[in-house]
């Protein structure tokens, strides 16, 4: 299913498919984009560790960093050069200290010396990190993360990615509470609307709960015996 069926699913489901349209197609594509990004947030982020949303460029001398704005998550990042980890820090773990023991202890990523990165700040701003020590060397930092689609299906045409075929229908449900949330009289309809918003997000739910199952390996318990 691409946005062009889940469009024509949406009209026909609503009783919208004549023109003059209760809701414009710009309206339709924009309820179908919200619903795409509402999806994998609610189930938690796409899991991804190999697309381009993965690789950070660690550049000599440059502390600061930009982050792909499709991420939710940072999980753990390694240095392509030699594999070895990066530890992924935020304002919670500022109590990491450099230098002595004695007197004034300047939270970790306040450390501007140069040399191995061994830390990776998050947090701070929105989209950037800070790498802890300053690079000396050109690197990338490889990364696995949970994250949003990289492309959102908001027009004609595109396909839903990032999401199993097998939820794209149930899209419907979030279109339709954003579409009889419309301040008109012919749309404007709170049940209908509060009935999609529970069916979606009682469903993502489940979806959640289905995929935390899948990620956890089996823990067989072996008994000592009586």
Known sequence: MNSDDLYDAF???VVDAAAPYLWTDDEVFRCMADAHCRFVR?????????????RV??????????????????????????GRQIKVINENDAAFAVGSDYGNRPPIYEDNSAGEV??????????????VRKPVANDTA?????????DVADGPGKEITDVGEEHHIRLLDWMKHL???KQDA???????????????????AFVKAEWNRYKHKTRVVHYGGL
């Open 142 to 150: 490889q990364l696995t993360v949970y994250r949003l689609p990289s």
């Open 186 to 204: 012919e749309t404007f309809n709170k049940s209908a609307s509060d009935l999609g918003e529970k069916n979606f997000n009682d469903y993502c």
């Open 11 to 13: 009209r026909s489901d």
């Open 118 to 131: 061994l830390f990776m700040m998050i947090g701070q701003e929105h989209g950037t990190c800070r790498w």
């Open 57 to 82: 460029a660690i550049v000599a001398g440059e502390q600061d960093a930009d982050l792909d704005p499709t991420i939710l998550r940072i999980m753990s990042a390694r240095r392509v050069s030699d």
């Open 42 to 54: 609610n189930i938690g982020g796409i899991p991804d560790r190999s697309s381009d949303a993965t």
């Open 179 to 181: 579409a009889y949330k």
